[in-house]
């Protein structure tokens, strides 16, 4: 991997009656961490971390503890940070948790399991020099999730996709917005990326259960409310060029994730909806705060 570069693996999930979700992202080279942005020797094997974010009907949980290289293992089938891991059995991915939360402690333990009915084929570079892809590899996959830590066990559908780069992403990138929707024959995804030059890459994707590409057709723009205490921008796309926000999962300096109701291919739709600002990121301010949510631990 490049110094300064950076890969991660993605997983959101809902569930079926739309009351419990989460995201899991397992990072080498941690993107939004602070203590990678002042190291100089940029090493990303050295700034590792298990995001994991619980999304309750009260509350939410978040883990974000970085790692150095020790507590990095991985081969051809799994990878581990430190007491977590993902694991890729030929049929199932298995994700084992035992991460604490910031920044009042407590406990995520458990496991999640995801079957994938297939993967897709295409692999999207985001900058025109090919310095960043992205493979949305299994869109919309059945999920187990068992947690003893809080109890908690739900199915749902999932989402697993990997980012790969070889710099960071504030050099290339000012923000981006990106959703996905399941539909009744697997899901739509929309990438919106605004890159540092001012140019844009605009992606409409549409997958079949099995990973097989499908067309859509392009959704018009659609305004969105900015978040409520952050004043994130937020904006996305639909059918009609009409959108709503059901429920704000995350609500950031930087970053805020979103559930949505629109219409995408036809089909009403509940999109799980990110929007990222990089020039926000930047900000001393926020780099200031981001160690209260993100402690760094040596093993």
Wanted: aromatic residues 10%; hydrophobic residues 35%.
């Amino acid at each position: 991997m490049a110094r300064d570069g950076y890969v991660w693996w993605y997983v959101d999930a809902l569930s079926e009656d739309g009351r419990q979700g989460l995201t899991i992202i397992a990072f080498i080279g941690s993107v939004f961490s602070p203590y990678y942005a002042l190291d100089l020797s940029r090493d990303p094997f050295d700034h590792c971390t298990m995001n994991v974010v619980l999304y309750g009907e009260r509350a939410n949980r978040f883990c974000m503890t970085e790692r150095g290289r020790d507590s990095l293992r991985r081969d051809a089938s799994q990878i581990r940070i430190g007491p977590s891991g993902l694991a890729w059995d030929g049929t199932t991915l298995t994700i084992t948790l035992d991460e604490v939360t910031a920044p009042i402690p407590s406990r995520v333990r458990g496991t999640i399991r995801l079957r994938p009915n297939g993967f897709t084929r295409d692999t999207f570079t985001l900058d025109a020099d090919g310095r960043h892809r992205w493979w949305p590899m299994a869109p919309s996959s059945p999920v187990e999730v068992t947690l003893d830590a809080p109890s908690l066990s739900w199915r749902g559908t999932a989402y697993f996709d990997t980012n790969h780069g070889d710099t960071a992403l504030g050099r290339d990138f000012s923000d981006w917005t990106w959703c996905r929707a399941d539909l009744k024959d697997g899901s739509a995804i929309l990438y919106d990326v605004r890159r540092r030059d001012g140019s844009l890459q605009n992606l409409s994707l549409r997958f079949a259960a099995d990973g097989a590409r499908r067309d859509i057709r392009p959704p018009l723009p659609a305004a969105l409310p900015p978040t409520r205490f952050w004043r994130m921008p937020r904006a996305t796309r639909s059918d009609d060029g009409a959108s709503s926000v059901v429920r704000t999962f995350e609500d950031t300096p930087f970053y805020a994730r979103s559930l949505l109701a629109s219409t995408l291919d036809g089909e009403p739709v509940r999109p799980v909806h990110e929007s990222l600002s990089l020039d926000r990121f930047r900000n001393p301010l926020v780099q200031f705060m981001l160690p209260f949510r993100m402690p760094r631990r040596a093993g």
